[in-house]
């Protein structure tokens, strides 16, 4: 296990982070997902740590707060000190009837962080993030409900979660101009299957000095190594596979050329395809931590061999030639224009010209 600074800042994380999407047992939205009683919590927890995790996310919408309920108990329970692990939640989502039980405004983010460190049981998370962009509240109303929720000691740093690139850069200007708290992450959906970050999100973290969190790196299962040309059934998290996260936007003449591609990768080193398909993940300098979620310890294993797959340079030139993004403007002016400036990249990354 490799461990990675989050972002700009002091915090180390595991390179794989513990998802905790799986625990516990509620009816609703996450039904499908999760289900995990306590003892099957612990036992992957202690797994995960003992494979050298020491990151766990989790959200207080997940199995209606029973998920956190089980992420703390399963720390107590395994015997993990709390200084050991470093903990992720997530609040945004509605949690109640009441019109404001749901967004970012500072009266839902202080309720919800004293009811989820309340079911972690915990005087602080390591990390609040918000789950989502809210375009009923201000953003400078969130990050000061955000830079207040750190001051008093309930949350260390701060991210967001399926924010655009310049909903980010906004936000960390209004933070530096009025000297608030600045994000520290931003947990997105990437994938070999689903690149779209590297537009415009990539070249905002490296400005903006922000870590990235991987949320569903194997396509909600299509890259599980259960799926083929042939194979007609799929095991996931159904996120994207069932109609959630990017379940339109898929190319499937992709998804089964990088299968194909990457079987005598995974085949070579005795591993899972989705060991291949992580491992890839893992390359990507940007990138802090790959959130990794199971219902089964063989399911973790595979997650978990991840971090000792080393691909070669011609298996990443591969696996990125099957997997590239379609030229889109601007980005196709960009590589025309930048080299002729002098330079590679707006960093650049080679000397000027001799005049």
């Not at 924010?163 to 980010?168: C, D, L, N, T, Y």
């Not at 196709?332 to 930048?338: G, I, K, P, T």
Request: charged content about 20%; hydrophobic content about 40%.
């Amino acid at each position: 296990m490799r461990y990675n600074h989050l972002g700009n800042t002091g915090l180390i994380v595991s390179e794989l982070c513990l998802g905790a999407m799986t625990f516990g047992k509620a009816p609703g939205r996450f039904a499908h997902i999760a289900g995990l009683g306590q003892d099957e919590v612990n036992a992957l927890v202690k797994q995960a740590f003992d494979g050298g995790i020491n990151f766990i996310d989790t959200a207080n919408v997940y199995s209606d707060g029973l998920s956190e309920v089980a992420t703390g108990q399963a720390l107590r329970d395994v015997g993990i000190k709390r200084s050991d692990a470093i903990l992720a939640t997530k609040a945004y989502a509605r949690m109640g009837t009441e019109v404001n039980a749901a967004g970012s405004s500072r009266k839902h983010l202080m309720d919800e962080i004293d009811a989820s460190l309340k079911r972690l049981n915990t005087d602080y998370v390591d990390l609040y993030q918000v789950h989502g962009w809210d375009p009923e509240t201000p953003v400078e109303e969130t990050l000061r409900a955000l830079d207040d929720i750190v001051r008093s000691g309930r949350a260390r740093y701060v991210g967001v979660s399926n924010w655009s690139a310049w909903m980010v850069a906004k936000g960390q200007g209004v933070a530096v101009a009025r000297g608030l708290e600045r994000i520290a992450s931003i947990q997105s959906y990437y994938t070999l299957v689903g690149r779209d970050l590297e537009r415009e999100i990539v070249p905002m973290m490296a400005s903006e000095g922000v870590g990235l969190m991987v949320w569903s790196p194997l396509a909600g299962g299509l890259l599980s190594g259960k799926y083929s040309r042939t194979a007609t059934g799929v095991e996931g998290d159904g996120r994207v596979t069932k109609g959630g996260g990017a379940g339109g936007h898929i190319d499937m003449d992709m998804v089964y050329s990088l299968i194909d591609a990457m079987r005598p990768m995974a085949e070579s080193r005795g591993v899972g395809i989705a060991s291949i398909a992580l491992a890839w993940l893992l390359r990507r300098p940007f990138v802090s931590s790959v959130i990794v979620g199971a219902t089964r310890p063989d399911q973790l294993v595979q997650n978990l061999t991840a971090s000792d797959v080393e691909l070669t340079s011609e298996d990443v030139a591969t696996l990125d030639a099957v997997s590239a993004l379609k030229p889109e403007y601007p980005q196709w002016m960009f590589v025309n224009q930048w080299p002729r400036r002098g330079g590679a990249s707006p960093r650049r990354s080679a000397p000027l010209p001799a005049a």
